[in-house]
Structure formats: structure tokens, C-alpha cells
């Protein structure tokens, strides 16, 4: 069974950087769709970044564009959320996914597509 552990949440200051891991128990890592969502008190969890098989493409949030940098590592069975330029209303407990199931090996933005999520990592940016 698939499990993700992310890491490399924290405190930071407005305009600061944090980067996010996420680390995967699978052998076929490098056959997973990944994405990362982020979920802010009282509201829904919502799309953040998602990146194909081979990290070839990708896709981003409007809010995170031109800030946040995903990326993947399949000798690692790692992926990572770089975010630069933080703002307040960044923070959130942020969870990665994996889409066990994509037969193109496209970016996966809907949540639905997503089989397995990590227990998330809290991200507080303070002004």
C-alpha cells in the first residue's frame, strides 16, 4: 500500500521560503500523477500544484503561480512544493497526493483523481 509522509512545514515570515517533501513507500513512484493541496481553517481543501510522471509538465494554482515551484525526484520516490514569497494567506495544512490510476501520465488537478494523501504539514506565514 502507497504511503506519503510530507515534511518542511513551519513558521515563516511574509516574504519568506519554505520548501515541502514528500516522500512515497512505492515502487511504481515514478507511475503516479502528484499534486499538492492545501486546506486553511473553515474552508475546503483546495488544488495547489500537480506534476506528470516524468515531471515534464505541470500545473499551478492562479494564487501560486510565478511563487510556488513543484518538482520530483523518482529515484527518490520524492516530490517537492518550493515556495517563495510567501503571504498570510498561504497558510494552511498542506497534503500531497498521488493519482495511482492516470493512463497518460498527465497533471491531475481535480482532488477526486487523487487515491492516497499524506497526513499534511502545517504552514503558518505570519505579517
Known amino acids: 500500500q502507497v504511503q506519503l509522509v510530507e515534511s518542511g512545514g513551519g513558521l515563516v515570515q511574509a516574504g519568506g521560503s519554505l520548501r515541502l517533501s514528500c516522500a512515497a513507500s512505492?515502487?511504481?513512484?515514478?507511475?503516479?500523477?502528484m499534486g499538492w493541496f492545501r486546506q486553511a481553517p473553515g474552508k475546503q481543501r483546495e488544488f495547489v500544484a500537480t506534476?506528470?510522471?516524468?515531471?515534464?509538465?505541470?500545473s499551478y494554482a492562479a494564487s501560486v503561480k510565478g511563487r510556488f515551484t513543484i518538482t520530483r525526484d523518482n529515484a527518490e520516490n520524492t516530490v517537492f512544493l518550493q515556495m517563495n514569497s510567501l503571504k498570510p494567506e498561504d497558510t494552511a495544512v498542506y497534503y500531497c497526493g498521488a493519482d495511482l490510476n492516470s493512463v497518460s501520465g498527465a497533471v491531475s488537478v481535480e482532488m477526486e483523481r487523487y487515491d492516497v494523501w499524506g497526513q499534511g504539514t502545517q504552514v503558518t506565514v505570519s505579517s
Open positions: 512505492a515502487r511504481s513512484f515514478s507511475r503516479y500523477v
Open positions: 506534476i506528470s510522471w516524468r515531471g515534464t509538465r505541470t
